[in-house]
T-cell receptor, first 118, second 118 residues
């Protein structure tokens, strides 16, 4: 079963539009971590945020904001006033702490390709 | 943040040859390193977990004799693709977990290595 689901394969917006990338996860652990990474065309993974399962406060960092809702097992990512430089693939990922799991191992979603047009 | 360096960043080789990719943690010690593989426009799939001083743990379906992983020190893990074939062409990314960091999410990714087998 897919532990992390990113239903949106591709999203295209025009510059200055707001865009939300969805992420739904599945785990039986009570302690876990959620991540968002950005992968530009060059390939490297750029860390954006880490959130633990006990912290449901929404977070804002500049134009980026994250909405963590345990009730719906979602960790959505919103970019406000998008820019061309935001064009990239965005991955949501989960790390579990349960017995038998490999500490630090990440389960990645399939990624959402975001294209921002000028 | 901490730096993980991968080398080479890209490599082209002939079918049947072996290729070694290095993953180094430059300013921290990493007891555990993870090797991921990413096909074009696909998600990252964990190949194996590499623990310093012990044998790597491979994911189901990953041939351990083909993808040799060595983690000889706290700052270096290597992935050797033996007898490479065109289907091994992919983007390989390593990540390193800070020693003693538990599962707090202190993971750092390398820049990735793009392998093309002719």
């Amino acid at each position: 079963a897919q532990k992390v689901t990113q239903a949106q394969t591709e999203i295209s917006v025009v510059e200055k539009e707001d865009v939300t990338l969805d992420c739904v996860y599945e785990t039986r652990d009570t302690t876990y971590y959620l991540f968002w990474y950005k992968q530009p065309p060059s390939g490297e993974l750029v860390f954006l945020i880490r959130r633990n399962s006990f912290d449901e406060q929404n977070e804002i960092s500049g134009r980026y904001s994250w909405n963590f809702q345990k009730s719906t097992s979602s960790f959505n990512f919103t970019i406000t006033a998008s820019q061309v430089v935001d064009s990239a693939v965005y991955f949501c990922a989960l790390s579990e702490r349960g017995r038998g799991s490999t500490l630090g191992r990440l389960y990645f979603g399939r990624g959402t390709q975001l294209t921002v047009w000028p | 943040g901490a730096v993980v360096s991968q080398h080479p960043s890209w490599v082209i080789c002939k079918s049947g040859t072996s290729v070694k990719i290095e993953c180094r943690s430059l300013d921290f010690q990493a007891t555990t390193m993870f090797w991921y593989r990413q096909f074009p426009k696909q998600s990252l799939m964990l190949m194996a977990t590499s623990n310093e001083g012990s044998k790597a743990t491979y994911e189901q379906g990953v041939e351990k004799d083909k993808f040799l992983i060595n983690h000889a020190s706290l700052t270096l893990s290597t992935l050797t693709v033996t007898s490479a074939h065109p289907e091994d062409s992919s983007f390989y990314i390593c990540s390193a977990r800070v020693a003693g960091g538990g599962n707090t999410g202190e993971l750092f990714f390398g820049e990735g290595s793009r392998l093309t087998v002719l």
